[in-house]
């Protein structure tokens, strides 16, 4: 199955709006207790997310998981940082890109692949009010084509 492909749970729809994507990679979470039953469910944010690669490993920062309703005491920090699980060799990518100005890391989306909950990342360059600008532009454009296009048959 191709990156980026299972059972979509969480997508991150602002993060394609306010950047340009330039690569991406499929990472899995390290989850504790009752988060998996949570995501499962869909109660997952990723809307502030963000990326930071220290001491060689690769941590998502700022991502809502929900504590599970039926969890009681075996329920975590919902905003705790969350250890990614990623080759060492796209980690020392991550981490050299990212030390480049304007460059971040950011969560694209979340999906259940083969059991597993894994998260699409990715490498991101901030976008200018007028590339936002262009962007829903041209989305329009489209719009109105296929609407054009339909009408025609």
Known sequence: MPKGEGKLIAQNKK????????????AGIVLQGTEIKSIRNSRINLKDGFVRVRKGEAYLHNVHISPYEQGNIFNHDPLRTRKLLLHKRQILQLDQ????????IVPLKVY????YAKVLIGLAKGKKDYDKRETLKQ?????QIRRIVKNIR
Not at 15 to 26: G, K, N, P, Q, S
């Open 97 to 104: 890109e990212s030390k480049n100005p304007g460059i971040t």
């Open 112 to 115: 259940i692949k083969d059991g």
């Open 139 to 143: 989305k329009d454009q489209e719009r």
């Open 15 to 26: 993060a394609r709006h306010d950047y340009h994507i330039l690569d991406t990679f499929e």
